[in-house]
């Protein structure tokens, strides 16, 4: 049987993903000996509390066992090659997540090892994030095809992946940002072509205020991406990107707020609204437990 990764969104179907988020909704707290005897590999070389500390839970309470360990200390700083860590990590190992900087890399690691690989995060795509958001959104809004989620701010990883999921389940998804900071081709493109087969609706606009309107969800991200320096001419571009409650009075009362977090308080988003009625992040942050525990079953169990 061939190896399933998840690298991308797309890396599931429609019905895989909306059946994941069912599941993860009913199964929440489960505690079971889904991955007894199994151990988890996590090889990060980015920082990271929640993707972290949600696969080790994750695991722990499926009954598996998790090693962690960061990508400094092992041989390929000094220049063993990603072929052949995957192929030596996949004959101890029942799976791994991986946090890195390139997309290719982890596609290169993914290509040579036998055991599953999850993206736990690159420069290109956040794709568990993606679940736990469409998750979350769930919660709140039964019909997923009629929902208006609205990203604002940085064209990055979460935007890819926030696009990508609502495109292939058929939401209706804007992303909102200053014309030098949009997303690249390659991915509007891509969303366009998954949108093609869902009937999702894929927007890019410049406008925050017309993208707000309408809005079922507001979500934003920090301005300057681990890896990424900061530059104080990018976050004066960012400032009507801001989510404050001068843009949330734009949107109907029950327009929730989503952020994947670590978020920076009145930066991209005021803190009156991060900590406000309408923000959902601590339950998104939640979310990425459980939804990541049907994802570890589907792949490893
Ligand atoms: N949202 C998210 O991935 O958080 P961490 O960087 O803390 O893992
Ligand atoms: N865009 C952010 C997400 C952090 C979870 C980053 O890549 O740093």
Redesign the pocket.
């Known amino acids: 049987m061939e190896t399933r990764h998840f690298l991308k969104v797309e890396d599931m179907s429609r019905d895989e993903i909306v059946a994941l988020i069912a599941d993860a909704r009913a199964n929440r707290g489960e505690r079971s000996v889904a991955l007894h005897g199994k151990c988890l590999g996590m090889i990060f070389s980015?920082p990271?509390t929640?993707?972290r500390a949600s696969f080790t839970a994750g695991a722990y309470q499926l009954g598996g066992d998790v090693m962690f360990v960061s990508e400094g200390e092992m041989q390929l700083g000094r220049g063993e090659t990603v072929e052949d860590t995957a192929r030596v990590l996949s004959s101890y190992l029942d799976g791994v997540v991986i946090r890195t900087y390139l997309q290719e890399n982890l596609e290169r690691f993914a290509a040579a090892a036998s055991i599953p690989v999850i993206n736990g995060?690159t420069?290109d795509h956040?794709p568990c994030?993606a679940l736990a958001d469409l998750m979350t959104i769930s919660e709140y809004h039964d019909d997923l095809a009629g929902v208006k989620v609205v990203y604002l701010g940085?064209g990055?990883?979460?935007a890819v992946s926030l696009m990508d999921i609502c495109a292939v389940v058929g939401a209706h998804v804007v992303i909102c940002t200053p014309e030098e900071l949009a997303l690249p081709q390659w991915a509007t493109d891509n969303a366009a072509r998954l949108a093609a087969a869902s009937g999702a609706r894929v927007e890019v606009t410049t406008d925050p205020e017309a993208a707000a309107s309408g809005a079922d969800f507001l979500y934003t991200?920090?301005w300057?991406?681990?890896?990424?320096a900061e530059q104080p001419a990018k976050r004066a571009r960012l400032e009507p990107y801001r989510i404050d409650e001068e843009l949330l009075a734009l949107t109907d009362p029950d327009c929730r707020v989503m952020h994947?977090?670590?978020a920076h308080r009145d930066e991209e988003i005021s803190a009156e609204v991060m900590d406000g009625p309408r923000s959902i992040v601590f339950r998104q942050a939640e979310n990425r437990l459980h939804a990541q525990k049907e994802l570890l079953k589907r792949l490893m169990g």
């Open positions: 980015k990271s929640r993707t995060l420069d956040h994030q940085d990055n990883n979460v991200d920090v300057f991406s681990m890896g990424q994947c977090l670590p």
